[in-house]
């Protein structure tokens, strides 16, 4: 987009220098776009995607494309702050860089001291840089011996699952996918959050490819397919099982792939045969003639020789059960021979084809020992938890960078109940005033993506990025690296490793070890912006796997080692009606909480036009459930459980299949009528595998709001 700029220039007095500026996508989308910045005379007037990136293809999503308001916005925190009213007050006063960083300083020496793991750092995708991300931060972090933080928020239970099966975080490149003759879209919504994959699907449908979108919710992309399946929450698993069953038992199957290139078939085969249509039906609350038709469409397409894909999502693993069942469905394309074709196979994520050196730039060998794991998922109990011989100190200082847990963690009234604790110092490094700034003692201006280098992976293709700056950092941000440097100087850390520049950090990101190091070189990569890293086609055409046995597990003696089930399986959530029948009776209807397609999850909430365009908190119901508790469309609600409640206005709508409600987040809590949003509602509990959350685990109530 064009921004006109609130900073005026006489164009005629002063000479116009126009430059432009390679970067970077930030955001925790599998896109990671490359953007051209065009400056002139050192402000950002145009922000595109570059049309010679072969994924990004010139086009940036609407949020994106509207990052120059977002970076130029009055909101935007210019300057450090301290706390003047009550913590969740909001209310703040200027104080300099140097009171900021000996205040903290004060704060942390005694504990970093006497009980370093009293300290904890609170951070995760607000940025996916190498540098601005998990760098700096993690060596000062390291160097104090503070607690770990476990961040498994977002991808964790699917990430450990598929690792399980196939060894790695390795898929079907973004490029293949128009040329697949099948796309199965499994719990994802791309329109919304993957508009490069979109737009490859769409042109293999116009190719006369088939789509199909397996989702509780009928979203915009579940519309465009020609089939939707409308399972329930946390079924996904079961359903593989089922289409498992059906391609074992109409011989749909890669005889020749599963003898060479797997393990554990006879195991397999004996846990699919439990599956029979019928019970996958009734599980999935689905019908028999969905179960074939899915299973049929994807085993014949494999058997005819075409290429048959699937692109799973992370929407399927936020239940208890959700490693495994990212691990069933991983099963599918060895069961079938999908992976021979570089258009066949599945994507869950790329991440693992990224040679990243995380050693080297996080110093794990700073750590004199190795302290406690907090998992950020349960922040809201641990915040409350006292010290004790099996927890150990009580959390008494938190920074929060790239991250904003009153928003996004689960149960958010005990988030919130921690977090005001009068005792827990809090710093949080931001660039706007979130909801978690509002219980910040320190408040520390951060700078947005045009305003500091950095290097980026991508989870969703297979390019190196490069981010440089566009513009000089607005009034005293400073980069999160910048940060963590000065407040390692003030706490007395002399290492070399505190010494290194953004620039020295990124020139060995991509290079795994001495002995692999990845063809690459970070000046050649900042100036073309992006450089492909060199993998087959069909990574797994013929086996090699990076798992144990070099194939994919059927089996998995890995799981077994691990106290886990080794074959796949199915693990009911647990909230639902097979489950706790007692608690269903009394929350009847599942409720999930997908990205509201303008936001992502809480960026960008606070961009004036995009919340325009959002409106405000809804709550998607079928008209059957509507109809049962007397609630029109447009009318107040509130949904509640045990843990807590929220209200907002009901849509009546069939998008969302009966007993399901859909509430598109995620808000902050600040802008919505209530100030609550819908993680008030959700729940604590793990994961099966990964130490995950189970966001869309979770049974409610609605009513009208009184």
């Known amino acids: ?356 050196n995380q050693r080297a730039l996080q110093r794990p060998d700073l750590l004199k020992k190795r302290p406690r794991t907090i998992n950020m998922t349960t922040i809201g109990d641990d915040l409350l938890r006292p010290a004790s011989p099996e927890f150990g100190p009580r959390v008494e200082a938190v920074i929060v960078y790239n991250a904003n847990p009153l928003a996004i963690a689960p149960d958010s009234s005990k988030v919130a109940a921690g977090f005001a604790r009068e005792d827990l110092f809090t710093v949080v490094l931001e660039h706007f005033q979130t909801d978690s700034v509002d219980y910040a003692d320190i408040v520390l201006p951060a700078t947005t993506q045009l305003e500091h280098m950095d290097a980026h992976l991508a989870y969703g293709h297979l390019y190196m990025m490069a981010n440089n700056p566009a513009i000089a950092p607005m009034g005293e941000a400073k980069p999160n690296t910048e940060i963590f440097r000065l407040l390692a100087a003030r706490m007395g850390f002399d290492e070399p490793a505190f010494r290194e520049s953004d620039d020295e950090m990124a020139a060995y990101a991509f290079r795994k070890d001495d002995a692999r190091a990845v063809h690459f070189d970070w000046e050649a990569l900042k100036q073309k912006g992006w450089q492909k890293l060199n993998m087959p086609d069909a990574p797994f055409a013929c086996g090699n796997f990076p798992t144990p046995s070099g194939k994919c597990e059927f089996f998995s003696a890995s799981m077994q080692a691990d106290g886990l089930e080794p074959v796949p399986d199915y693990i009911p959530n647990y909230e639902s009606a097979a489950s706790t029948p007692e608690l269903a009776a009394k929350y009847p209807l599942a409720m999930i909480s997908p990205p509201a397609r303008n936001f992502l999850n809480s960026t960008f909430v606070n961009v004036q036009s995009l919340r325009n365009t959002e409106g405000e908190p809804w709550l998607d119901m079928h008209p059957d459930d509507a109809t049962t ?25 069939d998008k969302a299949r009966r007993g399901l409600v859909v509430g598109l987040s995620i808000w902050w809590k600040k802008l919505a009528r209530d100030g609550k949003n819908a993680n008030e509602v959700t729940s604590q509990r793990l994961t099966d595998m990964g130490r995950a959350p189970t966001f869309y685990d979770t049974l409610v109530q609605v009513e009208k709001a009184l």
Not at 629 to 653: M, P, Y
Request: charged fraction near 20%; aromatic fraction near 8%; hydrophobic fraction near 40%.
């Open 1 to 356: 987009m064009v921004y006109d700029s609130a900073f005026p220039r006489n164009t005629e007095a002063i000479p116009m220098t126009t430059t432009q500026v390679r970067a970077a996508c930030p955001h925790d989308c599998p896109d990671t776009c490359a953007i051209l910045v065009t400056v002139d005379n050192g402000v950002a007037t145009e922000i595109k995607g570059d049309p010679d990136h072969p994924t990004t293809a010139g086009v940036l999503c609407t949020k994106v494309s509207r990052y120059a308001e977002r970076t130029y916005s009055p909101d935007r925190l210019l300057y450090p702050m301290r706390r003047t009213g009550a913590k969740g007050e909001g209310k703040f006063e200027r104080i300099s860089w140097d009171e900021a960083l000996d205040t903290i300083a004060a704060r942390l020496k005694p504990l970093a001291d006497t009980r370093p793991e009293a300290i904890l750092p609170y951070s995760y995708c607000g940025t996916m840089g190498l540098l601005q991300g998990e760098s700096m931060s993690s060596r000062f972090f390291n160097r104090i011996g503070a607690s770990l933080l476990d961040r498994t928020i977002c991808a964790m239970a699917g990430a450990t699952g598929y690792k399980y099966t196939v060894g790695g975080s390795i898929g079907t490149d973004l490029e293949q996918f128009q040329n697949a003759k099948l796309i199965v879209i499994w719990g994802g919504n791309p329109i919304a959050s993957n508009l490069h994959f979109w737009t490859r699907a769409q042109e293999a449908k116009r190719r006369g490819a088939k789509l199909v979108a397996i989702d509780p919710y009928r979203s915009l992309t579940a519309e465009k397919c020609h089939m939707h399946i409308a399972l329930l929450p946390g079924t996904d698993a079961a359903l593989a099982l089922g289409m498992m069953h059906v391609l074992i038992a109409e011989n749909l199957v890669d005889d020749d792939y599963i003898e060479r290139y797997t393990l554990g078939f006879e195991q397999l085969k004996a846990r699919a045969a439990e599956w029979t249509p019928e019970r996958t039906a009734e599980t999935c609350g689905i019908t028999v003639d969905e179960v074939l038709a899915l299973a049929r469409l994807y085993g014949e397409t494999a058997k005819a020789g075409e290429p048959a894909a699937i692109r799973v999502n992370y929407g399927v693993q936020r239940v208890r059960g959700g490693g495994m069942a990212v691990r069933n469905i991983a099963c599918l394309p060895a069961l079938v021979g999908a992976w021979r074709h570089a258009a066949g196979g599945i994507q869950l994520s790329t991440s693992g084809s990224f040679p990243t």
């Open 629 to 653: 508790r007397g609630i029109n469309h447009g009318e107040t609600v509130r949904i509640f459980n045990d843990r807590g409640s929220f209200t907002c206005k009901a849509r009546v709508t």
